[in-house]
Nanobody
């Protein structure tokens, strides 16, 4: 089992920044690739970004390239999502998730463990 807890969400103005964190406990964190997904009101959960077990490989959705940066610290069992130049369309609940596919994947069904999410709200 892997337990994931997100933090760092909040209410920010457009153009602002946030840093989300996802703290993991349980089984070996470095055995898993990690992903961030989001669910906007009235929409389905969508892929945002993934990072491989080592951190060497990342994959970003086109909508966030250049504004979002994922990183991980395996010594701290934590993955981070730096979000810059926030837009109102970034408003969503952000979830981190863990997958045994060690290079990462966009497939939501490949992720075995999920956090409860953290709300990001961007005002215009």
């Amino acid at each position: 089992q892997v337990q994931l807890v997100e933090s760092g969400g909040g209410l920010v103005q457009a153009g602002g920044s946030l840093r989300l964190s996802c703290a993991a406990s349980g089984r070996t964190f470095s055995s898993y690739a990690m992903g961030w997904f989001r669910r906007a009101p009235g929409k389905e959960r969508e892929f945002v970004v993934s990072i491989s077990w080592s951190g060497a490989t990342t994959d970003y959705a086109d909508s966030v390239k250049g504004r979002f940066t994922i990183s991980r610290d395996n010594a701290k069992n934590t993955v981070y999502l730096q979000i810059n130049n926030l837009k109102p369309e970034d408003t969503a609940v952000y979830y981190c998730a863990a997958t045994p596919i060690i290079i990462g994947t966009r497939d939501v069904y490949a992720y075995d463990y999920w956090g409860q999410g953290t709300q990001v709200t961007v005002s215009s």
